[in-house]
């Protein structure tokens, strides 16, 4: 295509390639989910309707965008997603690839929000906000994934002891705050199991543990057909959900694939 007189303008624009053999680790955060959250009436503290909409919403990104292998949502879940990929999607170049799953993202969101809040109008748009990280070798991967595994648990042990006492409790939200202020894990736990009853361990793994998403291999079964076996076997990959831990190396070692892409 010639250029007009004018197309030099298009010089301007800047080459924001990330890093070549880096890991691409992108992160969506609900915009303002406080207000969120609250204007739409999540339950509080884990609203699972919400949380299903965002692993649906993470889903669809993953299903555009194959690349991307692992996705990681926190346990009241708004707070983080996270992907990565060894990739050459876009050349690599930041913005496009961080505007573009951001913008998924949202209108993903968006699309199925009626799934899951059938008698909710949205009272306005949601949005998120979007940022890429690098790492360098697989032990910063799987360092991040620990590190937001770890914080899902304490903000999810902090938020259940925490609606308990209000909900259950009959104490105002300051006061709630007063009583877990410098309180260790195991005295949550044992307020919880004492006061009300609750044993945070038999809590639903996915809301202690949050949400991973794994795209796997599905090698089609061999067929018996010889003209269909010259075939090139196609390779198709699904998209598995596990609420399991990723601190220690069990997950690991069993996806070796994820950290050798
Ligand atoms: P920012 O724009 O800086 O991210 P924010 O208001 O979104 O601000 P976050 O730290 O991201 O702040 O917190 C998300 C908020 O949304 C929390 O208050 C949390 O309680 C609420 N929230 C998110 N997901 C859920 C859910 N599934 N159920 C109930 N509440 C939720
Ligand atoms: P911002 O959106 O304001 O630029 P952020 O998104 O990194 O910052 P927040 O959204 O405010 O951070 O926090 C998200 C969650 O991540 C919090 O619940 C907090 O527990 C955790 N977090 C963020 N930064 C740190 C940090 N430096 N150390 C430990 N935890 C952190
Ligand atoms: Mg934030
Ligand atoms: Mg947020
Ligand atoms: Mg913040
Ligand atoms: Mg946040
Ligand atoms: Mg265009």
Known sequence: MAGSRFSYVKNYEIADPLLPGTFILARVDGRAFHRFSTEHEFTKPND???????????????TEFNDIILAFGESDEFRHRSFFASTSLYNRRMSKILTALTSIFTSM???????HFPQKALKY??????????????????????????????????????????????HSTADAHAVLRGT????????????????????????????LLVRENVTPAPSLDTASSKKKIKRTTMIVAYHCDVVGEEFWKGHSELLNP
């Open 125 to 170: 748009p949601p949005s998120f906000d979007g940022r890429i990280i690098l790492y360098p070798s697989e032990q910063e991967v799987r360092d991040y994934f620990a590190w937001r595994q770890v914080d899902t648990h304490i903000n999810n042990l902090y938020n259940t002891a925490f609606w308990a006492l209000v909900q259950q409790g009959a």
């Open 48 to 62: 699972e309707r919400a949380l299903n909409l965002m692993n649906c919403a993470a889903r669809g990104v993953m």
């Open 184 to 211: 260790l894990s195991g005295q949550k736990h044992e307020l919880l199991f004492s006061r009300f009853g609750i044993n945070y361990n038999a809590l639903p793994a996915r809301l202690r543990k949050g949400t």
């Open 109 to 115: 969101y968006m699309f199925h929000w009626a799934e």
